[in-house]
């Protein structure tokens, strides 16, 4: 068990390990009144040992599941909840599940009487190392995703470790996809973060979720988080936009897939393609080209698109072009001699190198 600050101000503690969830109760003592944001199937496994814990009035309000319920809809009706049964502004608010729970529990928690503070209890890997971590916070709309919200950082993040042993099995690999980013965030040779080694030595262990080694996995990729996040809170001296590696053809072959590849899995896929554009570029020898193929695979995550027909580059780049996070042209997190930079507008060649390495051939529209 563990405890991570995240040196803001105010700081705000990550704990992590198994049992996590019971301590919930503690830290929200002096409150009035806890709602607790989750799912049916999430509440009815982890739901009754958070409310044991806390001796204040609480309640469950339920959203619904997947990216649609990630809605100013749900924020509506949350909020709504929130003030038939009386919340007030000293209160608290818990989201007890993945990144759609955290994500919308944190918005509504962000607007509701102008701010009130919440809890974040991350159920899901790819929670856990990212998304309840950092106070961003949003919803969707029919026009894009996380087009509308905050940031708003939790007052604690509770990374009870136990409740990965329910996720399921594509759930699991998803968030090992952000787990094999961290990995490749530093030189991975020096290792400074000792994760690559434990992703070395430990990689069954992991994939058959042994709690202790992945209880060690989720702090360390916790650790990096906190870093990156207190050193730029708001995204605005670019320190956090390393968090992005991987993830300009990401977030792209989500919507080419139509949401059939998960985000894990589109950043596997995204990571290996950075590193060939990295490599296209010289910006890298072939040695780091290959480890961005290397890590996602020993985790057993896809490392080329599934059916090339779905995806072509031509199309690819129109949607990483039209990316809310892109500034103007094309923009990618690339290794290089310095550490992860932003590129823009990486020569044709090196495009052409970068898509070949994900099964995507035979694009003369690169020009
Ligand atoms: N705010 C951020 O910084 C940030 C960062 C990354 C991702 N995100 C967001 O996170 C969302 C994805 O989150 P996710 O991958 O956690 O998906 P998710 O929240 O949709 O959860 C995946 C599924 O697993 C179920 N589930 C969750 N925990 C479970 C458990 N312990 N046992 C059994 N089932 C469980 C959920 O009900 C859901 O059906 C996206 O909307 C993305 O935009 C936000």
Sequence with gaps: MSVVTVGLDPAYDVAVGPGRLAEIGAFVADRRRVAIVSQAGIAERYGDVVRASITAPSEVFLMGDGEHAKSLTTIEDLCRGFARWG????DVVVALGGGVVGDTAGFAAASYHRGISIVQAPTTLLAMVDAAIGGKTAVNLPEGKNLVGAFHQPI????????????????????LGEVAKYALMYDVVADPTG??????TGTTAILDRDPTVLGDVVERCVRIKAEVVAADPFERSGLRAQLNLGHTLAHALEIAYEHRLTHGEAVAIGLVFAG??????ER?????????????????????????ESATAAGLLDLMARDKKASGGLTFVLPGPDGLELVEDPPAAALRYAFESVGITGEDAIT
Excluded: M
């Design 87 to 90: 919340l007030l502004r000293g």
């Design 284 to 308: 890298v020898g072939t040695d780091v080209v290959d480890r961005f193929q290397a890590i996602p695979a020993s985790l057993g995550l896809p490392t080329d698109v599934p059916d090339p």
């Design 156 to 175: 604690r993040v509770v990374a009870d470790t136990d409740t990965l042993q329910s996720l399921p099995p594509r759930e699991f690999r998803s968030g």
């Design 276 to 281: 060939a554009l990295a490599g296209g570029c």
């Design 195 to 200: 994760l690559v080694d434990v992703l070395r």
